[in-house]
Antibody
Framework: EVQLLESGGGLVQPGGSLRLSCVASGFTFSTSGMGWVRQAPGKGLEWVSTISSRGSPYYADPVKGRFTISRDNSKSTLYLQMNGLRVEDTARYYC???????????????WGQGTVVTVS | QSVLTQPPSVSGAPGQGVTISCTGSPSNIGAGYDVHWYQQVPGTVPKLLISGNNNRPSGVADRFSGSKSGTSASLAISGLQADDEADYYCQSYDNRLSAWVFGGGTKLTVL
């Protein structure tokens, strides 16, 4: 059974930093693309960042230059380092496994429960 | 303003069918990128409903189907049930933004 367990969320002041973690199990983490999707309170889903199995990172424009995605395959863990946090970054952050033959066509096939980040 | 446009809401009676549209542009759906659909029951985690335009993951009822044509895609739900009440999101890739993008979401109400 695929499981994704996020942690690291919390309350932080504008300009502050947080590091989110996502521990994965139930699949071969090292060969899977992974990513982060966020959902602001009462709003829709927003893609944040993705990392390929080889470690190539991709970022949405609103977070580019402030957020850094990384992975530790030895620990089956995905990270999101968030610096320069803004009020508009307030959201539940979901860790998701990426799936598909071609990376541009990747879906998000499994999701964690999410961790809440509040910037205030 | 989402790159992929969905109607804010749709509704239907139990047993009926509904269709949710996802309108894109030549830089995303029209460029041939796959469209995926997600279901999010209020208070729960999003769930992949349709992948690769029209493929149902294991465990998804065949009442759900997807299609794509030109710069648009659609999710069809037949035989509506009360527990189909949820928010539905489409997702694709946009080569102008170099980003994966979600639609704004559609709230389905089962009357």
């Amino acid at each position: 059974e695929v499981q994704l367990l996020e942690s690291g969320g919390g309350l932080v002041q504008p300009g502050g930093s947080l590091r989110l973690s996502c521990v994965a199990s139930g699949f071969t983490f090292s060969t899977s693309g992974m990513g982060w999707v966020r959902q602001a309170p009462g709003k829709g889903l927003e893609w944040v960042s993705t990392i390929s199995s080889r470690g190539s990172p991709y970022y949405a424009d609103p977070v580019k230059g402030r957020f850094t995605i990384s992975r530790d395959n030895s620990k089956s863990t995905l990270y999101l380092q968030m610096n320069g946090l803004r009020v508009e970054d307030t959201a539940r952050y979901y860790c998701a496994k990426r799936q598909g033959l071609r990376y541009l066509d990747w879906s998000h096939d499994y999701w964690g429960q999410g961790t809440v980040v509040t910037v205030s | 303003q989402s790159v992929l446009t969905q109607p804010p809401s749709v509704s239907g009676a139990p047993g009926q069918g509904v269709t949710i549209s996802c309108t894109g542009s030549p830089s995303n759906i029209g460029a041939g990128y796959d469209v995926h659909w997600y279901q999010q029951v209020p208070g729960t985690v999003p769930k992949l409903l349709i992948s690769g335009n029209n493929n149902r993951p294991s465990g998804v009822a065949d009442r759900f189907s997807g299609s794509k044509s030109g710069t648009s895609a659609s999710l069809a739900i037949s035989g509506l049930q009360a527990d189909d009440e949820a928010d539905y999101y489409c997702q694709s890739y946009d080569n102008r933004l170099s980003a994966w993008v979600f639609g704004g979401g559609t709230k389905l109400t089962v009357l």
